[in-house]
């Protein structure tokens, strides 16, 4: 069965400090993959996508995320945090199937 | 309409009683998801529409749970004689296809008192 894990369920930073979160799946052939962001009292909206080409893919607000298929990872980078950036951070990768999301991890970023 | 549409956006309800949550999709959208969002417990899924075919009800957490998409547009989650542990954000998602980005609704806060 597909599956998707997310290993950081909370993030606490400073601002400026470096982040990833990570996330792996268990799919197997093509796959697309999301990272969604959930700011406090908002819906959910996408962060970026990866469908083919370029692994290594930006998203909006600084963040990119890197595709990795021998790992089976899709983790999410930004340099340096916001105290904007706080919010909970859903990976979901999809294949043939249903959008299946991970946990989540909440991110507190402190000024 | 532009977005995804979810009514009504609370919905207080005594345990036992039944409940219907509405979700208007982005027209042309032939797939629909709705998940239950709980503190601590990430996205759950319950249901998925695609198209015509045959829903993928195996996220639903018991029979209480049903859900249906008329005309291929809007879907209605009933929950029967709700219970506390109900109480959630209920989101409903559209998407132009599978494997296409999945737009969300506002979601509807449902309390169980």
């Known amino acids: 069965a597909q599956s998707v894990s997310q290993h950081n369920h909370h993030v606490i930073l400073s601002e400026a400090a470096s982040l990833e979160l990570g996330c792996n799946y268990s799919y197997g052939g093509t796959v697309n993959l999301f990272w969604y962001v959930q700011y406090p009292g908002q819906h959910l909206q996408l962060l970026l996508k990866?469908?083919?080409?370029?692994?290594l893919v930006k998203g909006i607000k600084g963040f990119e995320a890197e595709f990795i298929k021998s790992k089976f990872s899709f983790n999410l980078r930004k340099p340096s945090v916001q105290w904007s950036d706080t919010a909970e951070y859903f990976c979901?990768?999809?294949?043939?199937?249903?959008?299946?999301f991970g946990t989540g991890t909440r991110l507190q970023v402190f000024p | 309409g532009a977005g995804v549409s979810q009514s009504p956006s609370n919905k207080v309800t005594e345990k036992g009683k039944d409940v219907e949550l509405r979700c208007d999709p982005i027209s042309g959208h032939t797939a629909l998801y709705w998940y239950r969002q709980s503190l601590g417990q990430g996205l759950e899924f319950l249901i998925y529409f695609q198209g015509n075919s045959a829903p993928d009800k195996s996220g639903l957490p018991s029979d209480r749970f049903s859900a249906e998409r008329t005309g291929g547009s809007v879907s209605t989650l009933t929950i029967q004689r709700t219970q506390q542990e109900d109480s959630a954000v209920y989101l409903c998602?559209?998407?132009?296809?599978?494997?296409?980005?999945?737009?969300f609704g506002q979601g509807t806060r449902l309390t169980v008192v």
């Open positions: 998602a559209s998407s132009p296809g599978q494997g296409f980005q999945t737009f």
């Open positions: 979901a990768p999809i294949n043939t199937d249903k959008l299946i």
């Open positions: 990866y469908f083919s080409g370029d692994p």
